[in-house]
C-alpha cells in the first residue's frame, strides 16, 4: 500500500554514452530504470544518496545497449534485482550470461499498462536502433514521470500520453553543428541524427515545449553529448523554442549523475 501524500524521489545514477541508470523513489518504494554502469559505481552512488541497494528489488530496462544494461548482471546474480520489466525483443537480445541470472522475467509490450509494486506504469515504443526499445510513463496519486530517452523521435500518436508530466527524464543528445564537425566517422554521425538516433537539442526543447502547457514541470536533460553538445547549447534552444522559459525547471544530468529530486 502506497501512503497518500509519499513524495517522488529521482536520483540519476548516470546519465550519457557512458551509462545510464535511475533510482526512483516514491514512499516505502523503490526501483531502478536500466543498469548501465558497473555493479561498483551503483553501490557507491546508492551509498553516497545514503540508499540501501539492497531495498531495491524491481528494475525496468528500456533496451539492450550495454550503456542500460552494464550492470545488471551483478544485479542479479548478487540477489539483488528479482523482478525485471523489459520487452520481448530486450530479453532476446540480451546476452546469456544475464538471461541465465533472471528468475522473474516480466514480459512487457509496447502500450502496455502495468503495475510495479503499487506505480503505475505505461511503455511506449521509441525510434532507436534496438530490439523493441520501450520508454515509461510512471504515476503515482497525481504525479507523473516519463522516461524518454535513446530515440530519434517520439511519435504524435504519444503526445496526449506525455503532456503535462510533472518531471521529465528526457534527452538533449547533441547540437547537429558540432556533431557534424565532430571526428566522429560519417556513419555514427548519420546513426545519430536519423529516426533512430538521439534527439538533438531543438528537437527535445520543441517537444518539451508542446508537451508541458497547464502546469509547471521539471525537466531533467539526460544523455548529454559530451564532446558535441554543451549547457549553453541546450539553453539557446531553449531559449529560442519555448514560448515561456520560465515554464519548466531545468536540470542536467551528467555520466556523474544527478542528486535527488522531488516532485
Given amino acids: 500500500m502506497i501512503i ?3 513524495s517522488v524521489e529521482i536520483f540519476v545514477l ?4 557512458k551509462g545510464n541508470m535511475t533510482y526512483l523513489k ?7 530504470v536500466d543498469a548501465g554502469i558497473s555493479y561498483k559505481r551503483i553501490k557507491e552512488k546508492m551509498d553516497a544518496y545514503q ?3 539492497y531495498d531495491v528489488k524491481s528494475i525496468l530496462i528500456t533496451h539492450e545497449h550495454s550503456d542500460h544494461v552494464m550492470g545488471l548482471r551483478l544485479l542479479l546474480k548478487n540477489k539483488i534485482i528479482t523482478d525485471v520489466y523489459l520487452t520481448s525483443g530486450t530479453y532476446k537480445a540480451l546476452s546469456e550470461d544475464i538471461k541465465i541470472w533472471m528468475s522473474n522475467v516480466h514480459i512487457i509490450q509496447s502500450e502496455d499498462t502495468f503495475d510495479v509494486l503499487g506505480l503505475k506504469v505505461r511503455s511506449f515504443m521509441v525510434s532507436h536502433d534496438a530490439s523493441e526499445p520501450v520508454g515509461y510513463v510512471i504515476e503515482h496519486e497525481g504525479k507523473k514521470i516519463c522516461f524518454v530517452n535513446d530515440t530519434g523521435y517520439v511519435d504524435q500518436a504519444y503526445y496526449d500520453m506525455l503532456s ?3 518531471c521529465y527524464l528526457l534527452e538533449a543528445n547533441h547540437h547537429p553543428t558540432k556533431l557534424m564537425q565532430s571526428p566522429r566517422p560519417f556513419l555514427l554521425k548519420k546513426r545519430i541524427l536519423g529516426e533512430r538516433g538521439h534527439l538533438s537539442n531543438d528537437d527535445a526543447a520543441w517537444l518539451i515545449n508542446h508537451l508541458v502547457k ?3 514541470s521539471k525537466w531533467i536533460i539526460t544523455h548529454i553529448s559530451e564532446d558535441c553538445n554543451s549547457v549553453l547549447d541546450i539553453e539557446e534552444s531553449i531559449v529560442k523554442t519555448f514560448d515561456d522559459p520560465t515554464k519548466v ?3 542536467y544530468a551528467t555520466k556523474e549523475g544527478l542528486d535527488v529530486i522531488k516532485i
Fill in 14 to 17: 548516470a546519465s550519457g554514452s
Fill in 164 to 166: 503535462d508530466a510533472d
Fill in 51 to 53: 540508499e540501501d541497494l
Fill in 26 to 32: 516514491v514512499g516505502h518504494i523503490k526501483i531502478f
Fill in 249 to 251: 525547471e531545468v536540470y
Fill in 4 to 6: 497518500e501524500g509519499d
Fill in 214 to 216: 497547464n502546469k509547471e
